[in-house]
């Protein structure tokens, strides 16, 4: 049986790949999540006698190390951090303080017999493209954004302990996933939420910087692909959708759907942290998927019918 590790594993992304990767009874997974970002109802389903839940501090080498030696897992999915814009903006040196936890992490994953640990980096770490679409190895990182900055120093991290030790990893750079259960920090859940209220859609700035979106089920399928195929071992690879919108069009979109009766509401553009355009290069993901990526349709749709959204 393989033991693995999701840390962050109550927050909206770990939380589904828990779920994932509970349904295959070859799988013994632990969770640990101190709560900062992360729901217990994201944990609802989390049940199964190949399953077991410790609220726990990664930035504590104490709280961490006691079980990662306990257990000694095979696999480790680090996904920890705290995340949304504007916590991040308002919190700086808490954010810094997560590349403790990335130390923690890789110290014991080497220390006890971890095979291969699974990074969760981010499409921030880019910054103002330089290049579309936004590729792996040719983008340069140039974000100086704290939050940017602990993504790149943690996929250095990883770089560094494969290169002196041999600890293998893999490194996903998530371009905005979204779907149920997704917090109302990101633009997405906060959309639906307030057209379904019928209250006016904030957007920053004009609108016209531009994301893309993808499915929940799309980041988990690519992902836990590359785990059970060993495919992108000491690699990186974008995790999103490469088909752009505007914040504006999304907003519009959002509205259709959803039948409201809500306005959109322009406010003054955020200080920092709201790059121009988004749009990555996905080509490592689609080989890792046999089929198509879900449509933003269809997304939002799923995401109105199931109407479960975290605070």
């Given at each position: 049986m393989r033991k693995i590790l999701i840390t962050g594993g109550a927050g909206f992304i770990g939380s589904a790949l828990a779920d994932k990767l509970i349904a295959d009874p070859d799988n013994y997974v632990v969770v640990v999540d101190n709560y900062l970002t992360g729901k217990t109802t994201n944990l609802d389903r989390f049940k199964?006698?190949?399953?077991?839940?410790i609220k726990c501090d990664v930035n504590s080498f104490r709280d961490i190390s006691q079980v990662m030696i306990a257990y000694s897992f095979d696999y480790v999915f680090h996904y920890a951090a705290v995340v949304g814009v504007q916590r991040t903006l308002r919190?700086?040196?808490?954010?810094?303080?997560?590349?403790?936890?990335?130390?923690?992490?890789?110290?014991?994953?080497?220390n006890t017999g971890v095979?291969?640990?699974?990074?969760?980096?981010?499409?921030?770490?880019?910054?103002?493209?330089?290049?579309?679409?936004?590729n792996e190895t040719t983008t340069p990182l140039n974000s100086r954004l704290p939050y940017a900055v602990v993504?790149?120093?943690?996929?250095?991290?990883?770089?560094?302990?494969?290169q002196e030790?041999?600890?293998n990893f893999t490194i996903f750079r998530f371009f905005n996933t979204y779907g149920p259960r997704q917090s109302t920090d990101f633009v997405m859940s906060r959309f639906i939420r307030s057209a379904l209220a019928n209250k006016p859609i904030t957007i920053y700035g004009d609108g016209?910087?531009?994301?893309?979106?993808?499915?929940?089920?799309?980041?988990?399928?690519?992902?836990?692909?590359?785990?059970?195929?060993?495919r992108f071992v000491n690699d990186v690879v974008n995790i999103g959708n490469d088909i752009e919108v505007s914040i504006k069009e999304l907003a519009e979109q959002v509205i259709a759907l959803t039948n409201s009766q809500s306005k959109i509401r322009f406010?003054?553009?955020?200080?920092?942290?709201?790059?121009?355009?988004?749009?990555?290069?996905?080509?490592?993901?689609?080989?890792?998927?046999?089929?198509?990526?879900?449509?933003?349709?269809?997304?939002?749709?799923?995401?109105?019918?199931?109407g479960n959204f975290v605070q």
């Open positions: 199964g006698v190949n399953a077991k839940f919190n700086p040196v808490m954010v810094l303080q997560d590349i403790d936890g990335i130390k923690n992490i890789l110290e014991l994953s080497k095979r291969r640990v699974f990074f969760s980096s981010s499409s921030e770490v880019y910054g103002e493209p330089v290049e579309l679409p936004q993504k790149n120093v943690g996929e250095s991290f990883c770089r560094s302990f494969q030790f041999g600890l016209s910087q531009t994301r893309t979106f993808c499915y929940i089920d799309d980041n988990i399928d690519a992902t836990t692909n590359a785990f059970y195929k060993e406010v003054s553009a955020l200080k920092e942290g709201d790059m121009r355009r988004r749009m990555p290069d996905i080509s490592k993901m689609h080989s890792l998927l046999d089929r198509p990526l879900l449509p933003l349709e269809k997304g939002i749709m799923r995401v109105i019918q199931e």
